[in-house]
C-alpha cells in the first residue's frame, strides 16, 4: 500500500513563508513524477508544481519566482518552499506522486494540508 504523507501547511501572514513536506512511503517501484496541487473552496483543483523523473519542473505561472519544489529521491520526497505567500495562495495543497505500484502505474494522492494566509 503506498501513503503520501504531508505536513508543513499552517497560517502565516501575506508576505510570509511556508515549506511543505510530502513523502510516499509503502511498496512501490519507481516514481515518474511527484508535486503538488491546490484547491480553493469554490475552485478547482490546480496544479502548483511538479518534478517528473528526468528531474524538469514545472510551475504555475501564479507561483513562478515565489515558490521552489525540490525532490530528494533517496528518501521519496518533495519539498514545495513557498515565499512570498499571497492571500490567493490559500488552499488545501494535495501531494501527488506517480509511481509504479502493484496494480502498475497510478497516481497517489495525500491527504491534503491547509495553507491559509492572512494578516
Known amino acids: 500500500q503506498v501513503q503520501l504523507v504531508e505536513s508543513g501547511g499552517g497560517l502565516v501572514q501575506p508576505g510570509g513563508s511556508l515549506r511543505l513536506s510530502c513523502a510516499a512511503s509503502?511498496?512501490?517501484?519507481?516514481?515518474?513524477?511527484m508535486g503538488w496541487y491546490r484547491q480553493a473552496p469554490g475552485k478547482q483543483r490546480e496544479l502548483v508544481a511538479a518534478?517528473?523523473?528526468?528531474?524538469?519542473?514545472t510551475y504555475a505561472d501564479s507561483v513562478k519566482g515565489r515558490f521552489t519544489l525540490s525532490r530528494d529521491h533517496a528518501k521519496n520526497t518533495v519539498y514545495l518552499q513557498m515565499n512570498s505567500l499571497k492571500q490567493a495562495d490559500a488552499a488545501v495543497y494535495y501531494c501527488?506522486?506517480?509511481?509504479?505500484?502493484?496494480?502498475?502505474?497510478?497516481?497517489?494522492w495525500g491527504q491534503g494540508t491547509q495553507v491559509t494566509v492572512s494578516s
Open positions: 501527488i506522486a506517480k509511481l509504479f505500484a502493484r496494480a502498475g502505474w497510478g497516481a497517489y
Open positions: 509503502g511498496s512501490f517501484g519507481s516514481v515518474n513524477a
Open positions: 518534478v517528473i523523473s528526468g528531474g524538469v519542473t
